[in-house]
């Protein structure tokens, strides 16, 4: 059977044969395929968005570039099919020209699914359910994995190479032999999550030693889906006046949290994002911030005493209009009458943040790079001001 760019569109159809079957471009759009046998096809660049194609098969089916966001896979197998990008050739202006497309299978429900083998390359499997799916030897790198519940997934010998997998669910999955060298673990939750036998070399966010609590665990699951949903889903964390002291936040991604009022004494931020979120009067004493991303925190009147902000970056946030556009306008990290008295800013880097009141008494302030930062109403008596890479020290 050959059909090339055919509009198949809400077709319904099941437990027949199109093996070998060449539908290159073609249009399945919210079609009912139940059980249907696609193996060894030429479906490169079709469109099968919000379709039902449970139970159906793609053994070794050509399925680059197709678009699949939304459809319903559940029980299907895709055993070896090709699903890297695809290079399109599309007419613009008269002219031909060649435009590189991700597969999307973007929030697909693939609960159950044989996909061991499969060549996910470079695809968009973001919000993605996999439940119970094998993905035993498949092909995923630097796949978008963000937000997919991957719960006891077989992942045996997949390569997951610079993949993302913030704030997946990895909870009862099979790793032995995964390649994580690269992957992006922010927000991942690992309790029970057995990656002894699984490479993670290079991964990111996979720093925290210690475990959450259960119930702090929840909110921060429940960011993670708010972060990787836009909005749509999830809760964005609210710990307002809770005692966090010692607790290990390490390499997640808390992006417009709200910490305001908390303790968080000898608390672990390492190379924690913490972009436009609140801590305002939070209590951050010997609290550890190295590496961490500050950019328009809202630190105000925190203690911060003896704290370590190695490397951290207070940086601004460009705003956005409702297109997404950049409006011209900076959200500035507020640091106003925060305490970093004895704390250890080396190399930190302040990009023009509200400082009014702020103390940086005592502080180790070795390579800071102050820029353009308004220091006249800061304390910085006995700080090493002759070590710092840039910036304007009043007189």
Do not use: Y
Not at 148 to 170: E, V
Not at 202 to 209: D, L, M, R
Request: net charge negative; charged share 20%.
């Amino acid at each position: 059977m050959q059909l090339r760019n055919g509009n198949l569109s809400r077709i319904k159809m099941s437990k027949i044969s199109l093996e070998d079957a060449v539908l290159p471009g073609a249009n399945f759009i919210q079609a009912t395929i139940r059980d249907v046998c696609f193996d060894f096809c030429d479906l490169f660049g079709t469109n099968f968005v919000e379709a039902d194609l449970e139970g159906s098969s793609f053994v070794r089916a050509d399925l680059r570039g197709a678009n699949m966001a939304r459809a319903k896979l559940r029980n299907a197998n895709l055993k070896g099919a090709d699903l890297r990008s695809g290079v399109m050739v599309v007419v613009d202006g008269g002219r031909e020209r060649k435009v590189k497309r991700a597969t999307d299978l973007a929030n697909a429900d693939m609960e159950g699914s044989m996909l061991s083998g499969a060549n996910f390359a470079e695809s968009n499997m973001s919000g993605s359910r996999l439940v119970d799916a094998d993905l035993s030897d498949a092909n995923m790198f630097a796949v978008n994995l963000a937000g997919a519940d991957l719960t006891g997934c077989n992942l045996s010998g997949a390569k997951l190479k610079n993949a993302n997998l913030k704030g997946a669910r990895l909870k009862d999955s099979l790793l032995v032999g995964t390649d994580l060298t690269g992957a992006n673990l922010r927000n991942v939750d690992l309790a029970g999550v057995d990656l002894s036998q699984a490479n993670i070399a290079n991964s990111i966010g996979s720093k925290a030693v210690t475990p959450l609590p259960d119930d702090i665990r929840e909110l921060v699951n429940g960011h993670s889906e708010w972060l990787a949903s836009n909005g749509q889903t999830g809760t964005p964390l609210n710990a307002t006046g809770r005692d966090l002291t010692e607790m290990d936040f390490s390499g997640l991604d808390l992006s417009a949290a709200c910490f305001d009022d908390c303790i968080l004494r000898n608390a672990l931020f390492v190379d924690t994002i913490l972009a436009m979120s609140s801590m305002r009067n939070a209590d951050l004493s010997r609290a550890r911030l190295n590496g961490s991303i500050l950019n328009g925190i809202r630190l105000s009147n925190a203690v911060c005493a003896k704290s370590v902000f190695q490397g951290a970056k207070f940086g601004g946030v460009a705003q956005l209009d409702g297109q997404g556009k950049k409006t011209g306008s900076v959200w500035r990290a507020d640091l106003s009458g925060t305490d970093f008295s004895k704390a250890d800013m080396r190399n930190a880097v302040f990009d023009a943040p509200k400082m009014k009141g702020a103390s940086l008494k005592n502080a180790n302030i070795s390579g800071v790079s102050f820029g353009d930062t308004d220091l006249v109403d800061v304390d910085l008596s006995g700080a090493n001001i002759g070590a710092i890479l840039t910036g304007t020290i009043p007189e």
